[in-house]
């Protein structure tokens, strides 16, 4: 069956105290509203509808960075749940399929929990997401009678005896497209905040003759983002999950609280992550490979064998090779490193190629940026480039080549050669002892004045 997500993501986020529409927040390296997205997806939705208002236009353009496919509807004035569905029927208009409603600030519904529910339409015409909270505090409470679910009743309408039952509304719900708009069209607003609630569909369907029922989820997939606090919070469920994930499927983690994973890190089994380790999306770690302490990894690829860090930054584009290795206080950008190739220290290598098994010395530098344009490094195979070689690109190193310590290359170096460029060395006998004592007698003549 065809599925058609909804995302509500039109409210302001008041309490984010943010110039930056709720949705767009941060978690794992990516917007709350992208890991809605990324819930849904694993249902292969044929439709996505994101129902936007606050901060609309930022959060078209992230949607579409993200899910260029999605249509985006702007709810101008934000009336209320149902009132925000409603605006995706143009949208969805002639699609008879199942429509799931997402919340854009709840980011961790499982995939599964989508699954059970779709499951769940086999045998009612609305079927909501449920959960039992530690503290059910003012969520919509779900009346059931048996395995029916009588209606919904938001805290602030509800009474006593409705205030007391758990099980509580997430927001998620399924219809099918067609009969979820029609309800919807018939919604009031004649309730405590003047809303059209999305809620009271199910008591609308349930007049006439349509059924509805509740599949129950943990509280964890239902936590929704309302306050930094809440983000914060999530962002730990998540590294949380990550981790454990991570040590389920064979990576070792010495240290697994002080490890930073973003949305889309995949690490290989038997890989090592050493205390302190953040990564950036787009980060692949294949097996055996070990990454150690404080080294901070972002868009790119360690293949199996390599070590990288400690102190080590890898940026966008950086591509290493097997049994590379990259040291302390190394940066790569958009480079490949070859086979066997070694970066051991203090060094920025950027927009260049490293061929396999070259060695590059203690503090190189790629020189890639003339202030302008950027250019690029070629460095071939098995070369030794000596400490301090500054290499100002566009230049090459050929295959076999070597540069002397403290080189500056500006000229491209053939296979085999090996450029020095450096003032020649002068000894001047005794210069130095002259100068230590001149030095040191002017310091006790001005110590012993000021005593
Ligand atoms: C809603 C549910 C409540 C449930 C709770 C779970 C209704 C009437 N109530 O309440 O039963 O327990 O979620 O968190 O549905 N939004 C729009 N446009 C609007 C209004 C809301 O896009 O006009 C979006 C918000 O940005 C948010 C989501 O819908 O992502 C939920 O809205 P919110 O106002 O937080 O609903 P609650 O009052 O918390
Ligand atoms: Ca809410």
Known sequence: MATALIVLAAGQGTRMNSDLPKVLHEVAGAPLLVHALQSGASLSPSRVVI??????????????????????????????????VAQAAPALEGFEGEAIVLYGDTPFIRPETLEAMIAARAAHDVVVLGFEPGDPARY????????????????????????????????VLCASAPVLFDLCAALENNNASGEYYLTDV?????????????????????????????????EAAFQARARAEALDIGVTLTAP????????TVIGRDAVIEPNVVFGPGVTIESGARI???????????????????????????????????????????????????????????????GEKTNIGAGTITCNYDGVFKHRTTIGKR?????????????????????????????????????????????????????????????????????
């Open 51 to 84: 129902v936007a208002g606050h901060g609309a236009e930022a959060v078209t353009a992230a949607a579409h960075d993200w899910t260029p496919e999605a249509d985006v509807v702007i709810q101008a004035e934000q009336l209320g749940t149902g009132h925000a």
């Open 140 to 171: 919509g409470r779900l009346v059931m009678e048996g395995k029916s679910l009588t209606r919904i009743v938001e805290f602030k309408d509800a009474s006593d005896e409705e205030r007391a039952i758990t099980l509580c509304n997430s927001g």
């Open 202 to 234: 199910v008591e609308l369907a349930r007049a006439k003759g349509l059924s509805a029922t509740a599949v129950t989820c943990a509280e964890e997939e239902t936590l929704g983002v309302n306050s930094r606090a809440d983000l914060a919070a999530a």
């Open 257 to 264: 609280d002080t490890v930073h994973f973003a949305f889309d």
């Open 292 to 354: 150690r302490a404080f080294s901070h990894l972002e868009g790119c690829h360690v293949s199996r064998g390599a070590t990288v860090g400690p102190f080590a930054r890898l940026r966008p584009g950086a591509e290493l090779a097997e049994d590379v290795h990259i040291g302390n206080f190394v940066e790569v950008k958009n480079a490949q490193v070859d086979e066997g190739a070694k970066i051991n220290h203090l060094s920025y290598v950027g927009d260049a190629h490293v």
């Open 383 to 451: 070369v030794f480039v000596g400490s301090n070689t500054m290499l100002v690109a566009p230049v090459t190193m050929g295959d076999d080549s070597m540069s002397a310590t403290g080189t500056v290359v500006t000229t491209d170096v053939p296979e085999g050669a090996m450029a020095i460029s450096r003032a020649k060395q002068e000894n001047k006998p005794g210069l130095a002892k002259r100068l230590f004592d001149k030095l040191r007698a002017r310091k006790a003549a001005q110590q012993k004045k000021d005593s």
